[in-house]
């Protein structure tokens, strides 16, 4: 049973700086490129790659716009992005659910 | 809030061949190495590397036998590895909580 479940365990959720992304976009709605950066604590090049990543796989949607002109970057969450990361929930829930259980032991 | 949760998360666990080695112990107690090679569909070296890390944190121990006069190694949990494990569980547990509540949109 375990076995399909993480295989099906969305990698591009999975690495921590995505999902750390991921659950901020969804807990604040948006999120611009300098409050990622600040919260992760990542370089611009490493962080960029992780955003890329995401918008590639239509989880996300970045917008360049100007503010106190000044360019801003404000990524947010799609649609897709919402069920992805529902998906990827609901498959971890499952796992740690049945490692609650614990099957008896099987020294295969 | 979701910052700290993020970089508390348990990098030794986090990798999904290691979520899913610590998983399959808990689930069943102790397994093969053949049988984790078999689920995880990895090369000898690179299941290697990552039973090694977890031995190394102390999460699981490492057992060598003869079986069918055939040499067996069989990983364990420990139960510092059991522990480990619960706090990942428990931070990934208030991460999903968090952001199922979902906060008011915040343009920072």
């Known amino acids: 049973m375990s076995d399909d ?6 990698d591009t959720i999975h690495a921590k700086a995505r999902l750390a992304i991921m659950s901020i976009l ?7 490129f ?14 960029g790659a992780h955003v890329r990543a995401l918008e590639e796989a239509g989880y996300i949607e970045v917008k360049k716009d100007f503010w106190e002109r000044r360019p801003r970057t404000t990524c947010l969450v799609t649609s897709a992005g919402r069920q992805a990361f529902g998906r990827y929930m609901e498959t971890l829930q499952r796992l740690f659910e049945a490692t609650r259980r614990g099957d008896p032991p099987d020294q295969a």
């Open 5 to 10: 479940l993480f295989h099906s365990l969305d």
């Open 26 to 32: 969804l807990l604040d709605g948006a999120a611009t």
């Open 34 to 47: 300098g409050r990622l950066k600040e919260v992760l604590q990542l370089t611009d090049g490493n962080l």
